[in-house]
C-alpha cells in the first residue's frame, strides 16, 4: 500500500481530509485482504502508539 503524503496545511484548513484519509486507508486495507477485524486491530494499534507519544512528551515537560 503505497500512502501520498498530505500536506499539513491541508489538514489543518479542510476538516474533511481526515475522514478522506481514513477511507482511502479503509479502502485500500479492504482491498488488500485485511478484514474488519485487522482492521480495527490496526486502529488499536495506532492508539496506542499515539498514546505512547503523548505520554512520553507529557513526562519530558
Known amino acids: 500500500m503505497a500512502l ?3 500536506p499539513q496545511a491541508s489538514l489543518a484548513r479542510d476538516p474533511r481530509a481526515l ?5 482511502s486507508i479503509y479502502r485500500e486495507l479492504q482491498a488488500s485482504g485485511y478484514s474488519e477485524k485487522d482492521v480495527v486491530a490496526l486502529a488499536g494499534e495506532l492508539l496506542g502508539v499515539v498514546t505512547s ?8 515537560d
Do not use: D
Open 4 to 6: 501520498l503524503p498530505l
Open 19 to 23: 475522514a478522506i484519509l481514513a477511507k
Open 53 to 60: 507519544e503523548v505520554e512520553e512528551r507529557r513526562s519530558r
